[in-house]
C-alpha cells in the first residue's frame, strides 16, 4: 500500500527513503567535529550522491550547530535537487523551537523529535514516569507540526522498550501529527529477528500506522547494524537511517553505501530502489576521511581499499577468466576508476582541472591555481603521479582552506651530530608567524616549533605514518590524534617528505581541535 507523505507525495511500496545522518549522529563520534564551511561542502555532496533526507544537526546542541543547520538550509536546502533538510530535538519547546529557526528557510524541512522509551531510559537518564513521556511526545511532535508537516518521532532506545508501551507511544505520536515514525536500536542491542519482530508489531496492532513511514535506525556495537538495517527493511519499512562509513556514536551506525550496495546486489532477496547514485559512494567516502581525519579500514566493505582487491592465486585466476567468478558488483559500480595511472610535470592546467572533474572536485579559479602549483611540485619529484597522489594533495592543501591555521614552510636540520633544529611558518588567523625549535627527533622538533606559534594544552597520543601509493617516492599521510580535556581529534596529512606531512597533520588536528573547544552537548543527546 502506497504512502502519502507531505515531503515526497505518494510513495509507492517498493521505494525507501534513505535519511543520512552524518552530519548529526555520525559527527558525534569522538574527534569527529567539523566546521560550517567543511559541514556545507559534506552537505552538498550528500545531495549530489541522491539522499532524500539530511539530517543537518542538533541545533540546540550549540551556537555552531544552530547556524550550520541553518545555513545548510539556506544554501544547499534552496537547491532544486535538495533533500528534506532536518533538525533534531528533544522533545522540549525551547529544543523545537530551535530545530524550527534553523531549517526554516529550507524548501523542503522536517523537524526530528525524540525522547527515551525503554524502563531503564525513562528511569535513569530522564526520570520521568511513562504517561509523561507520553505526554512529552505529543506535546513536541504537536508543537512541531505547527512549522512543518513533515515531522518525525523516534523512541530512543526502542529496541528495549516495552511492547505495549512501544505500541502506545506510536499511535499517540501518530494521532499528534507525525509523518515518521522511527524506532532506533540505540545501542547496538537488537538481533535480525529483534527488528523483525518490533516492526511487524507494530504493523499489526498501532492504528494509523499504514499512514505514516516506518524507519530504522540502528547501531553497529554487536555488528549487526546493517543486518538489522535489511530484516527492518523485509519487515515494512521505508526509510533507513544511515551513516557515510557507519560514523557515529561508539561503533558507529548503519553504513549507508554498505546498505544500498545490500539493496542493488540482492534486488532478488530484497527488491527495493532507491535514489542513491552509486557512483558517488567513493568520492563521498573519501571526502568525508579528508574532513574528519580517519580513514576508513582497508578490508571496510564497498570503500575500503582491499574491497575489490585479490592476492590469492586461485582468485586472481578467476578474476581474469571471469570477474563475476569473485565480484558480486563491479568496482566502478561504486566510483572505484580501473586505472589509477594519471598526470605527470607536463600536464597542463586543462589535463589537470579534467582530472579534478573525473575525481568529483569542483573547485574555483583560486584554488585549482594553489592545487595545481602543489601538483606540479610533487610531479617534479615523484616519477608517476596516480589518482590517489592527487587526491591526497587536494584535499590536504584546498580542502582545507578556511583553517585558522596553515602550513607555510618547514626547514628541518637533523642528523646524528646535532639534534635536530626545525624553522617553522606557520599563518595564523592571516598573520605569519616563525618560530625555530630543537627536539628528540625531527618530528619533535617541528611539533615544539608549532607549539611554540600556536601554545596550547592538547597531549599527543597518536602518530602514525603510511604510504599514499607505493615506491620510495611515495607520499607519506601521517595521522595525528590531540586530547584535550577529554576531546579527541584527528589530523592527517600528505607530502612527499614526511616531516612535513606530519607538521601538516598536526596544524589539521590543531584546527579540529578549535572546532571541538566551541561545541557543548546537551543532555540526552544520542537517538
Same mark, same amino acid.
Given at each position: ?15 525507501? #527513503?534513505?535519511?543520512?545522518? @552524518? ?16 559541514? #556545507? ?69 522536517? #523537524? ?21 513521556? &507520553?505526554? *512529552? ?41 507525525? @509523518? @515518521? ?30 499512514? /505514516? ?32 562509513? $557507519?560514523? $557515529? ?9 554498505? *546498505? ?19 557512483? !558517488? &559512494? ?59 595511472? /594519471?598526470? %605527470?610535470?607536463?600536464? $597542463? ?126 607520499? *607519506?599521510?601521517?595521522?595525528?590524534? &590531540? ?9 592527517? %596529512? ?6 612535513? *606531512? ?8 590543531? !584546527? ?16
Amino acid at each position: 500500500m502506497s504512502v502519502d507523505h507531505p515531503s515526497f507525495g505518494k510513495l509507492d511500496d517498493d521505494r525507501i #527513503i534513505i535519511f543520512d545522518t @552524518t552530519l548529526r549522529d555520525g559527527e558525534q563520534s569522538p574527534g569527529f567535529s567539523m566546521n560550517l564551511n567543511e559541514k #556545507i561542502r559534506m552537505a552538498e555532496a550528500l545531495t549530489e550522491l541522491g539522499i532524500d533526507v539530511m539530517e543537518a544537526g542538533f541545533p540546540i546542541a550549540s551556537p555552531g550547530d544552530y547556524e550550520s543547520v541553518k545555513a545548510i538550509a539556506e544554501t544547499v536546502g534552496q537547491r532544486d535537487d535538495s533533500p528534506v533538510i532536518c533538525g533534531l530535538a528533544r522533545t522540549g519547546r525551547e529544543d523545537v523551537m530551535r530545530a524550527a529557526d534553523a531549517v526554516r528557510a529550507a524548501k523542503r524541512k522536517r #523537524i526530528h523529535i525524540f525522547i527515551s522509551t525503554s524502563p531503564l531510559h525513562m528511569k535513569v537518564k530522564l526520570r520521568m514516569e511513562p504517561e509523561q513521556v &507520553l505526554e *512529552a511526545g505529543v506535546a513536541a511532535v504537536t508543537l512541531a507540526r505547527n512549522y512543518t508537516d513533515d515531522v518525525e518521532w523516534s523512541a530512543e532506545d526502542g529496541t528495549r522498550t516495552e511492547p505495549d508501551f512501544l505500541c502506545c507511544c506510536v499511535e499517540a505520536a501518530i494521532r499528534a501529527g507525525a @509523518t @515518521t515514525i522511527n524506532i532506533p536500536d540505540t545501542v547496538g542491542y537488537a538481533l535480525p529477528e529483534d527488528i523483525t519482530r518490533i516492526f511487524t508489531m507494530l504493523r499489526e496492532r498501532v492504528p494509523g500506522v499504514e499512514k /505514516v513511514i516506518l524507519s530504522t535506525h540502528n547501531h553497529n556495537d554487536l555488528g549487526l547494524a546493517v543486518a538489522n538495517t535489511l530484516a527492518a527493511i523485509r519487515a515494512g519499512v521505508r526509510q533507513v537511517e544511515s551513516t557515510i562509513n $557507519g560514523i $557515529g556514536e561508539r561503533a558507529g551506525n548503519a553504513s549507508l553505501e554498505e *546498505a544500498v550496495m545490500a539493496i542493488r546486489t540482492r534486488n532478488d532477496a530484497i527488491p527495493f530502489r532507491n535514489n542513491i547514485k552509486t557512483t !558517488n &559512494l567513493l568520492r563521498v567516502s573519501k571526502l568525508l576521511s579528508t574532513i574528519t581525519g580517519f580513514d576508513v579500514q582497508p578490508n571496510k566493505a564497498i570503500v575500503g581499499r582491499n574491497a575489490f582487491a585479490h592476492e590469492a592465486g586461485i582468485h586472481q585466476d578467476g578474476v581474469l577468466k571471469n570477474a563475476a567468478t569473485y565480484e558480486i558488483m563491479t568496482p566502478e559500480s561504486v566510483g572505484w576508476a580501473k586505472n589509477s595511472l /594519471v598526470l %605527470g610535470k607536463h600536464s $597542463g592546467r586543462a589535463a589537470f582541472r579534467d582530472k579534478l572533474n573525473t575525481l568529483g572536485y569542483r573547485i574555483g579559479d583560486n584554488q585549482l591555481n594553489d592545487a595545481f602549483r602543489r601538483f606540479k611540485d610533487l610531479a617534479d619529484r615523484k616519477k608517476v603521479v596516480f589518482d590517489e597522489d592527487i587526491v591526497a594533495l587536494v584535499d590536504d592543501e584546498v580542502m582545507r582552506d578556511h583553517a585558522r591555521i596553515r602550513f607555510v614552510s618547514l626547514d628541518l636540520h637533523a642528523g646524528s651530530k646535532a639534534p635536530p633544529r626545525a624553522e617553522m611558518e606557520l599563518e595564523v588567523d592571516g598573520v605569519v608567524h616563525t618560530s625555530t625549535a630543537t627536539g628528540d627527533g625531527p618530528v619533535d622538533a617541528t611539533f615544539r616549533a608549532i607549539q611554540q606559534i600556536f601554545p596550547h594544552t592538547a597531549n599527543l597520543v597518536l602518530f602514525s605514518v603510511g604510504a599514499v601509493t607505493e615506491g620510495t617516492d611515495a607520499q *607519506a599521510k601521517t595521522t595525528v590524534r &590531540l586530547e584535550e580535556n577529554g576531546k579527541l581529534v584527528d589530523g592527517q %596529512g600528505a607530502d612527499t617528505d614526511t616531516i612535513v *606531512a606530519s607538521a601538516r597533520a598536526y596544524i589539521h588536528a590543531l !584546527n579540529k581541535l578549535l572546532v571541538k573547544r566551541v561545541r557543548t552537548e546537551p543532555a540526552a543527546l544520542s537517538a
